[in-house]
Each structure stands twice: as structure tokens, then as C-alpha cells.
């Protein structure tokens, strides 16, 4: 970043003058706001860092007492520092790069964020102990609406804007690298260079803005290193570097999941890899100290102060009291000591040093020092240890030990699988040379397992000597995000809870935005004190997917929902067609009245595309064996030129699917599914082909999209067909209902007529090449015009098969009903040696059970009883349900098909039809299903 | 999400197939019995072992295969 001081402008009265490794850019600044105020950023401050050079100290209320928050991290997981930023609820304001307008407020605060009305809390806490939920609202049981009114309004989380706003934009992406470096800091970035130099392709992804990890805030030979390494990385074939990114987790075969932020034109994307080798440098996380007043603003990490102050260049405070017990709090008392903040004391932890309790409320104003001294100050930075953020080594089922030398939780890195590696502070400690070079080793050596290459041993950092820092004489918060303090862990162990697991449910610790990251040693080493057994003992809790937050929308992807379209749509569309979509397809619910297109269909003749009826082509000689295997008809003795129609059931006798088939040659069939079963009987075919008859020869192709299919239904569809065809004798003699014939139409050769009648009329179904679909349709249409042929579409269709009786699979079916069910006892052969489901519904036949296929007339026929409704017998029993009904313009009545208890079944038997608004209508069950032409007249016309 | 080892492409993402389930044999329908029957439709082993299971490689060869997995730790061996 530019470092210009004759063009620097100095924005925020607690900037800094130019630091070496700043990341902000002085040359411009612009205006954002801040709960209604305006403030000034440069390019490269982050909300929070923006508002700190401006002296903003109180950026939130905490969850449960609404005591002000302030900066505690200044990174990604700052408990204190979740904020709304427009419609966005739960930015991670330390980690957001604030943007010019940017519209930034507190979340959850009321009236505002000085003065907070629910910071009540805090002098009833006396009465919110641990599990204070559990305690207070379990009981009794009906109050639960009421206590939920209650518990949301005192819910955390910021405001979803109405269903209004606008939608994100999100997407996902697949990548196959052959070594995944997790985290960007001087290891992971020496891995991923030496995984490139030996001729790996690398993914190489890092949670902050830029590579660098700790370095970033280091001192002038760490940004010499960094400089250095973030050259070679720029330098190394094949290494991508995703920034401001971040893996959520590892599954099995290195699958692993990335959320990559800060992108061009997308909220969010996760980033789905699948990974030879995956390298775990997460670096380590800055553990915070728990004693009284350890959540007052101004109570700040070491690495929050390097941060502020190395990289965005900012004073965190005036005068500050430091307790460190490692190089990292050393440091930062340096860097506060040439920001020119008054370093009033070091408490040197390392030789038994300590503080007591911080007092201030909005800000720290004096520190008690473990002497029994109290300071005063308005800066207390802690640096008492760190946390190895292990949970990607952990998903991959290593068992992290408490390490009592460094302190902390580390990975078992000899027990790790062959393909997942781990380097740098995860690990162990080192010099900045140590970790580099450790992070080289590890990183060639994945490439080499990613090559397939025996795994050999790596040489393993191991942590430096650190005192074990937990928590002071004092009690303090341990969990920030869902304010736990030490003493509920102490109440929740002394109520039982002595588990670690079992402590962290009661209390919530470590179950907030932050997930453990910075108190689930706190936690454990808290629980262990409480339980008087070591850390060790206690062991650590479960790390689970995902690491960081990820938004839903990210999850999801872009809406990419392919939609089948037949080519006849776009006519369609231009005439006014109301589109339905029907599982994958788009297709015409009606162009006007439907009841007037089912007049055109009975009186004279109709069009209607059903392109997504789905079609197999079964080729070979033992396709007769298939269909007499998968349909519970007989298929042995379809002569060539036959249709029939056929319905298949799964092995336990549920219908599953029906259709047409029809014989084109010898060994030549064209098969017909329903538009939903299309895709599922083609694989359903090939099970019993593959698995179950391997020596069967049968070829199926899925000509579903290959043809575009028109049924033309009418009494006069015969004349109008006469027009189109030239081939094909019309004629009742020439071409019989439930018989195939092949044609040319309009002039289209190649065309299979099918003589069928779902409508319930003479009809011809013409499958032509998809790509002169519209053509044939046009052609029609053309031909038909002084027949006063007219386009019909679904719902249409749907009152002329129901006039007619023909049941829909899933419709009149569900997927408990068995063939003999289904009104189809005519058709099932139970004599055949074999079918898919006979011994289901020969017992069916043989026990009577099951429901029945019927069809229902209201007495009232003026009364639609709309689908599901409930049918009722005597004496109030329940005994079925209406599956279709419609009003039928032929009849001038309502027709219905219901599923009735076989003792309700019979013609003639009366049951009552429970309706929406509560009323009742009586209905007869008739003596056909078919309401409409019974005796097949029309169709056979 | 695993890997699953096609004998015709190879190991392939896991989302690419449908699973099919423990291979059961189907009775013959002319001499089975209703629990028999019962038992080849509904009833499965499901050991914390290896299992011999069927596999359709829905987006690849559209092939159905047999293979072993250990359902503890997801590893794959070609059946015995």
C-alpha cells in the first residue's frame, strides 16, 4: 500500500503515523455511517478498524447481561464485533472491508447502543445462573408460544429485512488440486510453494484479506520474509490463491468444502475441491484471559493491538497495562510503546505475574494487579496463550491430546491418514526459519503422496514451553458471543454437569458465532479446575463442519433448475398459453377456457403437445420377455402393429408406473412412461436387465426429447389426420383402435402413429422427429382450421380422462396402493409364472385387502369436493378419500375418482364427502369408472 | 463426500450414483412365502461391517455393480 506522506490524508483523530506493513491506502479516504453518524475509511480499514481510528470503542451489547462490547480480537472471530450492515445481519465487522455508503449499525440494541434497556439483565443476573432457559421456561408446557414471544424479542442476531429485499447472489465452484493448503501464514505459504516446485497443482486458501498470517503484523525481518514468500508464491507454477476464503470442513476422500468471500458480482461461493493431499497450517488463535471485567472495552488481545496498530495503523489506546506471558504480548507493549501510548506497566506472567480484575464499564478505567496495585489505564492487553484451531485434522479423525509443555491442545500428527498433513503453529513452534522450512518439507511431501508416492515421515514442530494461563483469582467471561462465565461452568458442574460435553450444552459455552475457536480451552480448563481432574482428563469437545459461518445461500448455489421445454413451447407461449410446470417440463395448463377446449375435443377435434411423455425404445429379441417381466399384463402374443396398454408395479405390488407399448418390427418396441416416470423407468429397466436377466438381449434407448409428441382427439381427429397423411391407411379397418402404425405426417417421414384414447375419443397420437415438431403442429393447426381443430392443453386433458375414468399414477394412486387397488383386476395376470410384484398381489387378491379404484357422482353434482377430501361411511367411520374431481362440462356435473374401503366399493354404495368448509355432500360410487362413454364407443369410433 | 470405485471409470465422486442397497436374492415367486418374501423386500443385514452392495453409476457407464464397503470406514474392495 501506498505509503505517500505529501499525499496522505490522516483520517480518524486515533490514526497512527504511516506503519510498515499498513494495509490501508492514505491517498483517499470516503464516508461511510455508523448508527446514523458519518465517518471517514480509507481503502483497506475494516468496519471496525475504520471506527477505532475514529475512537469508537462500543460496537455491541452482549448476548444475555447487554454489557457494551468492544474489540477484543480484531479479526474475523471478534465476538464483540457483529454488526448490520444494510439488509446484512451478522457482519463480521473486524474482518469487513468497509465500503464507500456502506450503511453500518449495532445489532440488538434498544433504544440505542449507549444506552441499552435490555442491559437490565445484568442486575437481575443473579437470577439468569447457567441454563437459566431450561430452568425458567420448561414448564408448563403450554406456555411454550408464550415464552417464545418473550425469548425473541430478547433474541441476538440482527434484522432480516421483509421478503422484499433483495436476493444474494451466490454460486459454487468444483476444483481438483492436487495438494489444498489450509491457511496462508509462513508454513502453509511454504508449503504451497514447495508443493508447486515439485509439480503439484495447489489451491492455497487463507481466511484474511492477504497471505501472511502473523507476519503481517511482525516486525521488519518478518515482513522481509513475507515479502519474500509472498513473492515465490506469485513466482510458483500452479499455485491459486483464494483470499478472504475459508474451509469449512474435510470429508471422506479429501472432499473438502471452501466459502470464498470478497468476490466480484457473488456473495458468497463455496468452493467444492476434491483434494490428493491436504496440508492443515491454520496457525494458532490467541486465547483470551478470563478475570473480572475481561469483556470491558479496552480489554484487548496482544494480537488485536498488533493488528490495530501494524496494519491499519491505529491507536488502540492511551494508556495501557500489558500482561504477557509470551513473545507476542513483548511485542505488542513494543509496538504500543512507538505507537506512543503510554505503557504504564508490564505484568510478566511468566514469573508468576497476574491481574485481578479490570473495573470501567464502557471502557476500561483501572486494572487491580495481582499485588493488590490497581492502575489506572484505559488499555488492558492480555497474552496468555494459544489455541491449535485443529478441527479440519479433527474431521479427519485425529484425537487432539493436551499438550501440558505448551499448554494447549495439539494434533496427534502421527496417527494422521496418509492424505491429510499439517504444518506451522497447528502443530508446533519454531523460529520464523524453522516454520518455513518445516512448511517445505511437509509441503513436498504432500505433493508426493498426492502423486501416489509411499508416505515417509516428516519431521514435526513441537510447542514451545508456555504457561498454563486459564483464569485468574477472579471469575470472567470464558464464552463472549453467549456471555458464559466461569462461574456457570463452576454452577454447572456443581448441578452434575461435569462432562465437558455435557457442560458445554447446559451453559452454551462455546455454542455461539465464535464456535469454540477462542474459549473451548477456556472452557475445558475451567470445567477441569471445577472437577478437580487435569485438562488431559477432561479432553477437549467435538469439532464439527462447518469451521466458519457460511450462508445458506452459499450452501445452496446459484438457482440452476434446467427446464425441458418441448419444441412446440415457444408457440405455445406466443398463444397465450398458462404455463405449468410439470415436474422437469414446462408445457400449456390451457390457452382460455379448458371447459370450452374439452367441448372442441368431444365435438370435434383437438391438439395438445405431450412431448413429455416419456419414451424408451426397446430393441432386441427378448423384449416380449422384459415387458412380460416389468408390466403385470401379458405381452408374449403382441402381434407387430399392436398397441396395449400396461401398467408396471415395484416387487411389493405398489403401481409404480403406466403406459403404452407398441410393436414397430420384430424385434422393435416403443414404449411410453408416464412424463415423471420417464428418466426412473429407464434405470428401473436396466436393473432387472443388468441384475436380475444379464443374458437377456434387450438395448433401451431413452427417446423421451427425440421425439415431440401430439395427440390429436376428436371425433373428427380422423379427417383432420386424412389432411396430414399420405402413408397410412385412417381408415377403422386400415389402422384399429390400440394399434401402431409408422407414417409420414406433414410431410414428415419417420413419424409412429399410436391409435390410443386417454381422452376418452377417437384420438392418433403422432411422435414425430423433435426437430420438426412445430412444423407438424402448425401444420395441423392449419389443415384442421375449418374443422375448427383448436390446442388443448393439460387441464383440459385432465377433466377428458377423468370424464373417461383413466386413472393417473400418483394421482389416483400414491405409493401404498397396490395394483388391485387401482381398479385394474382385469388386467393383472396373475396366472403368469413371473412379474415384478406378483406374489404381493396375488396375496392382495387372495386377503381382499387394500383399498379401491372408484368412481364417485355427487348427488348435488353442482358441488366440487376438492381433491383429498375425506370420505365418510356410517356412523362417522373415515373410508377414503377423493383422489381427482373436476366438473365435467360434458356431463354438466361433477365427476370424481376416490379410493374407498373395499366395503364402500360397491356401485351403488353411498358414502359423504366431508368438503373444505365443513359441510358435507352425499355421493354414489358408479357402476364404471368411466362416467363418459362406459361402453368405449368414442374411441373405438 | 466419498469416493466410490466404478469397475468401468474408475473412483468417482459419490453424488454421481444411486445406491441401490444391500444385494438381496429374489425368492422364486412360484414357491415363495409371504416372510420370505417380506424379508427380500424390507429386511437387511445392516452390519457395522463389510456388506456387499449394489451400485448404479447414474451419471457415467449407467452400469449396476456389486462391491464390498466397510460401512465403519467407507473403504471399497471388489467383491469376493
Redesign the interface.
Known amino acids: 500500500m501506498s505509503t505517500d506522506t505529501r499525499t496522505a490524508k490522516q483520517v480518524g483523530s486515533h490514526r497512527l503515523d504511516p506503519q510498515p506493513g499498513e494495509v490501508v491506502d492514505r491517498t483517499t479516504s470516503f464516508e461511510f455511517t455508523w448508527n446514523g453518524r458519518t465517518y471517514s475509511a480509507h481503502p483497506g480499514d475494516t468496519i471496525a478498524s475504520a471506527l477505532a481510528a475514529d475512537g469508537v470503542d462500543v460496537f455491541s451489547r452482549s448476548f444475555k447481561y447487554h454489557r457494551p462490547r468492544g474489540l477484543l480480537t480484531a479479526s474475523y472471530l471478534d465476538p464483540g464485533c457483529m454488526l448490520q450492515v444494510g439488509d446484512e445481519p451478522n457482519v463480521r465487522g473486524a474482518h469487513r472491508l468497509v465500503q464507500p455508503g456502506m450503511v453500518v449499525s449495532s445489532q440488538d440494541t434498544w433504544p440505542s447502543l449507549s444506552f441499552d434497556v435490555k442491559a437490565v439483565n445484568e442486575l437481575a443476573r443473579r437470577a439468569l445462573p447457567a441454563g437459566f432457559y431450561y430452568k425458567t421456561f420448561m414448564k408448563p408446557a403450554r406456555l411454550w408460544p408464550r415464552y417464545e414471544r418473550v425469548l425473541e424479542r430478547f433474541a441476538h442476531g440482527g434484522t432480516l429485512q421483509g421478503s422484499d429485499a433483495p436476493t444474494g447472489r451466490f454460486d459454487q465452484r468444483y476444483a481438483h488440486p492436487d495438494v489444498l493448503v489450509a491457511g496462508g501464514g509462513p508454513a502453509g505459504m511454504a508449503a504451497a510453494i514447495a508443493a508447486a516446485e515439485a509439480g503439484a497443482s495447489v489451491m492455497l486458501v487463507e481466511e484474511e484479506h492477504d497471505l501472511g498470517g502473523h507476519l503481517r503484523w511482525g516486525d521488519e525481518a518478518e515482513l522481509s520474509t513475507l515479502r519474500s514468500l509472498r513473492d515465490s508464491v506469485a513466482a510458483a507454477p500452479g499455485i491459486e490463491v483464494l483470499t478472504d476464503a475459508v474451509v469449512l470442513g474435510r470429508?471422506?476422500?479429501n472432499?473438502v468444502s471452501i466459502v470464498h468471500r470478497g468476490l466480484p458480482h457473488v456473495d458468497e461461493r463455496l468452493v467444492k475441491a476434491?483434494v490428493g493431499a491436504l496440508v492443515v497450517a491454520s496457525g494458532l488463535i490467541e486465547r483470551p484471559y478470563v478475570f473480572a471485567g475481561n469483556d470491558v472495552p479496552g480489554v484487548m488481545l496482544s494480537t488485536a493491538v498488533r493488528r490495530l496498530v501494524n496494519l491499519y495503523a491505529v491507536r488502540p489506546g492511551d494508556r495501557a497495562v500489558v500482561l504477557t506471558a509470551n513473545s507476542s504480548g513483548d511485542a505488542a507493549a513494543a509496538d504500543l510503546e512507538r505507537a506512543g501510548v503510554d505503557v504504564v506497566h508490564v505484568e510478566d506472567a511468566r514469573r508468576g505475574c497476574d491481574v485481578v480484575r479490570v473495573r470501567g464499564r464502557s471502557r476500561v478505567r483501572s486494572v487491580e494487579l495481582g499485588g493488590g496495585r490497581t492502575v489506572r489505564c484505559d488499555l488492558v492487553v492480555t497474552a496468555t496463550g494459544w489455541t491449535a484451531p485443529v478441527s479440519l485434522l479433527t474431521m479427519a479423525g485425529d484425537q487432539p491430546r493436551y499438550d501440558a509443555t505448551g499448554a494447549r491442545f495439539r494434533p496427534d500428527i502421527a496417527n494422521l491418514l496418509p492424505s491429510v498433513l499439517a504444518t506451522g503453529g497447528v502443530v508446533g513452534d519454531g523460529s520464523l526459519d524453522e516454520l518455513v522450512a518445516n512448511g517445505r518439507t511437509i509441503g513436498n511431501e504432500a505433493a508426493r503422496r498426492a502423486g501416489g508416492s509411499h508416505p515417509s515421515s516428516a519431521p514435526e514442530l513441537t510447542p514451545a514451553p508456555h504457561p498454563a494461563l486459564f483464569r485468574a483469582t477472579t471469575h470472567g467471561i470464558v464464552d463472549f458471543s453467549e456471555d458464559v462465565s466461569s462461574k456457570d461452568l463452576f454452577t454447572a458442574v456443581d448441578e452434575g454437569y461435569r462432562s465437558a460435553e455435557l457442560a458445554k450444552r447446559y451453559t452454551t459455552a462455546t455454542m455461539g458465532p465464535v464456535q469454540g475457536k477462542l474459549e473451548t480451552v477456556n472452557t475445558v480448563a475451567i470445567i477441569a479446575e471445577a472437577t478437580g481432574r487435569t485438562i488431559a482428563e477432561t479432553g477437549t469437545t467435538t469439532w464439527r463442519p462447518p469451521y466458519a459461518s457460511v450462508t445458506l445461500g452459499a450452501l445452496a448455489g446459484a438457482e440452476r433448475e434446467p427446464i425441458r421445454r418441448s419444441p412446440m413451447q415457444t408457440w405455445h407461449e406466443r398463444h397465450d398459453a398458462v404455463p405449468l410446470q410439470a415436474g422437469a417440463w414446462i408445457r400449456p395448463d390451457r390457452y382460455g377456457d379448458p371447459n370450452g377446449e374439452v367441448e372442441a375435443v368431444r365435438d370435434g377435434v383437438g391438439i395438445i403437445d405431450v412431448t413429455p411423455i416419456g419414451k424408451l425404445d426397446l430393441r432386441g429379441p427378448d423384449v416380449a420377455r422384459l415387458l412380460n417381466l416389468v408390466y403385470v399384463n401379458k405381452w408374449s402374443k403382441l402381434d407387430i402393429g399392436r398397441v396395449r396398454y400396461g401398467v408396471m408395479c415395484s416387487?411389493?405390488g405398489v403401481v409404480i408406473d403406466d403406459g403404452v407399448t407398441g410393436r414397430l418390427g420384430e424385434d422393435h418396441y416403443l414404449m411410453s412412461t408416464t412424463s415423471s416416470g420417464a428418466s426412473a423407468i429407464w434405470?428401473w429397466l436396466?436393473?432387472w436387465l443388468?441384475?436380475?436377466h444379464p443374458g437377456w438381449q434387450v438395448h433401451v434407448t431413452p427417446v423421451t426429447t427425440a421425439y415431440a409428441s401430439i395427440n390429436v382427439a376428436g371425433p373428427r381427429s380422423r379427417e383432420l389426420l386424412e389432411r396430414a397423411v399420405s402413408d397410412v391407411d385412417l381408415s377403422p379397418d386400415g389402422f384399429p383402435y390400440m394399434h401402431v402404425r409408422t407414417g409420414t405426417v406433414a410431410g414428415v417421414g419417420g413419424c409412429v402413429l399410436w391409435r390410443i384414447g386417454f381422452t376418452g375419443e377417437l384420438s392418433f397420437e403422432v411422435h414425430t422427429p423433435a426437430g420438426y415438431g412445430l412444423h407438424v403442429w402448425e401444420s395441423l393447426l392449419e389443415a384442421g382450421s375449418d374443422l375448427g381443430v383448436r390446442p388443448f392443453g393439460v387441464e383440459a386433458q385432465r377433466i377428458l380422462r377423468l370424464e373417461k375414468g383413466h386413472l393417473i399414477v400418483g394421482q389416483d394412486t400414491d405409493g401404498l396402493t397396490r395394483a388391485g387397488s387401482a381398479a385394474l383386476d382385469g388386467l393383472v395376470k396373475l396366472d403368469k409364472?413371473?412379474f415384478v410384484g406378483?406374489?404381493?398381489l396375488i396375496?392382495q387378491q387372495d386377503s381382499g385387502d387394500g383399498s379401491r379404484l372408484v368412481a364417485l357422482k355427487t348427488v348435488d353434482g353442482s358441488v366440487l369436493p376438492a381433491e383429498g377430501s375425506q370420505l365418510i361411511a356410517e356412523a362417522g367411520r373415515l373410508c377414503g378419500r377423493v383422489t381427482s374431481s373436476r366438473f365435467s362440462p360434458t356431463l354438466g356435473r361433477t365427476v370424481a375418482l376416490a379410493q374407498v374401503d373395499s366395503a364402500s366399493a360397491a356401485p351403488g354404495c353411498e358414502v359423504t364427502i366431508r368438503l373444505v368448509d365443513g359441510g358435507t355432500v352425499r355421493a354414489v360410487v358408479t357402476e364404471h369408472l368411466a362416467q363418459v362413454d362406459p361402453e368405449g364407443v368414442r374411441v373405438r369410433g | 463426500m466419498m469416493q466410490v470405485p466404478c469397475p468401468s471409470c474408475g473412483p468417482r465422486h459419490a453424488g454421481e450414483f444411486g445406491y441401490v442397497g444391500e444385494v438381496t436374492t429374489r425368492p422364486d415367486p412360484a414357491t415363495t412365502t409371504p416372510a420370505e418374501w417380506r424379508d427380500y423386500l424390507y429386511l437387511r443385514r445392516n452390519r457395522a461391517d463389510w456388506t456387499v452392495e449394489r451400485w448404479y453409476h447414474r451419471m457415467g457407464c449407467r452400469r449396476y455393480f456389486v462391491i464390498e464397503r466397510h460401512t465403519v470406514t467407507h473403504e471399497f474392495r471388489s467383491p469376493s
Request: charged letters at 55%; proline letters at 5%; zero cysteines.
Open positions: 470429508y471422506d476422500d472432499w476434491r416387487d411389493d434405470e436396466e436393473l443388468q441384475t436380475e409364472s413371473d406378483l406374489p404381493e396375496w
